[in-house]
């Protein structure tokens, strides 16, 4: 006998019983961490392994539909070149992941635009080294195209990401971060200089990312805690707690 349970909001769980397959319909685009308890006449054993189940379309990638964190860590692993640069966004396809390492701009959609179209082998892609978004809104087109594709993201060793980067890391639908990954971030501004933190709570400049963080799993509370963590002139570098807070990664 089993319990299978969906961790979406809130948790929510089905008793198959006995049975091997059951069937339903779940929209496309929807993605879920699903676990397996068994049980017997003395109660509840111990979860399965928790797998992310991401739903695609028939058009969409269909290397991942069942990404796990393995897979992720392994494609994190192995020497790779962190090294800085402050220049556009390249990503360098490599087996099965595909190297990020440069800024994001107007361009970055269409850039991962082809790497899907191009490269169906690619399930995950590393973020060795980002600087931050001079585009915020492509930022945020680009990643809500890795996250309908059901890519995976990870930074690795050494890797650094800051900024719209992190946005773009949190589009991952299993997500991984080295222990000596660097994770910063800050408010934004307006091109007047008038700083996120600064704008009532209900204000319609928020709601560009209000709208973004609940679509890839991650809670809005982070939101309001990257905007007090540092102005935009400056930057945070978020600890071992906040990442963990703020479920920065798949576990």
């Not at 049975?19 to 685009?29: A, D, H, S």
């Not at 009532?200 to 799993?217: I, K, N, T």
């Amino acid at each position: 006998m089993a319990s299978l349970f969906f961790l979406k909001t809130p948790v929510s769980s089905l008793d198959v019983g006995s049975q091997l397959n059951i069937t339903g319909e779940l929209r496309i685009g929807s993605a879920f961490y699903v676990a397996i308890q068994p049980y017997n006449a003395s109660g509840g054993l111990p979860f399965s392994h928790i797998e992310v189940l991401q739903v695609t379309s028939a058009t969409g990638s269909s290397n991942s539909a069942m990404l796990t964190i393995a897979e992720v860590d392994a494609a994190c692993s192995g020497p790779i070149d962190t090294s800085p640069t402050e220049q556009p966004l390249t990503l360098q396809v490599d087996g099965t992941r595909a190297i990020f390492r440069g800024v994001i701009d107007s361009s970055t959609p269409a850039k991962v635009q082809s790497l899907i179209d191009n490269n169906p082998e690619v399930k995950v892609i590393v973020l060795v080294y980002g600087p931050g978004s001079d585009d915020d809104e492509a930022n945020l087109q680009a990643a809500r195209l890795v996250n309908k594709a059901g890519l995976g993201t990870c930074v690795p060793e050494n890797g650094e990401i800051y900024s719209g980067a992190v946005d773009f890391y949190l589009a991952g639908v299993v997500r991984r971060l080295a222990d000596s990954a660097v994770v910063g971030v800050h408010s934004w501004a307006t091109g007047d200089n008038i700083e996120g933190a600064a704008l009532p709570m209900d204000d319609p400049q928020h709601q560009l990312y209000l709208d973004f963080y609940p679509e890839v799993g991650v809670p809005a509370d982070f939101y309001w805690f990257t905007l007090q963590a540092a102005p935009a002139a400056g930057m945070y570098n978020m600890t071992a707690e906040d990442k963990v807070t703020y479920k920065m990664e798949s576990m």
